[in-house]
């Protein structure tokens, strides 16, 4: 059974930082492609961040140069790490896994970025 454990949302104050973790089981993860994605109140899910099987990562454009997306093989983790977070971050985030045509996410951490 394919499972994605996100955790590290909460709140922090504007300017400051995260780590978002996600934990996969059930799959064999150093064949995925993992992403992260966002959704905001009232607004469609968008894709921040990609690491794919190979480590070749990619994000929007809105959280390039403050985001950074990584992956542990061994331990079956990706993370997300987020500086100069602002509050157009706020979001559910969402992992997901995907290695065609199977696609897993998760259930979502919440980041609420306020002062």
């Known amino acids: 059974q394919a499972q994605l454990v996100e955790s590290g949302g909460g709140l922090v104050q504007p300017g400051g930082s995260l780590t978002l973790s996600c934990a996969a089981s059930?799959?064999?993860?150093?064949?995925?492609?993992m992403h992260w994605y966002r959704q905001a109140p009232g607004k469609q899910r968008e894709l921040v961040s990609t690491?794919?099987?190979?480590?070749?990562?990619n994000y929007a454009d809105s959280v390039k140069g403050r985001f950074t997306i990584s992956r542990d093989n061994a331990k079956n983790m990706v993370y997300l790490r987020m500086n100069s977070l602002k509050p157009e971050d706020t979001a559910v985030y969402y992992c997901?896994?995907?290695?065609?045509?199977?696609?897993?996410w998760g259930q979502g951490t919440q980041v609420t970025v306020s002062s």
């Open positions: 997901k896994a995907q290695f065609f045509p199977r696609v897993y």
């Open positions: 690491i794919t099987s190979s480590n070749t990562t």
């Open positions: 059930g799959i064999r993860f150093s064949m995925y492609h």
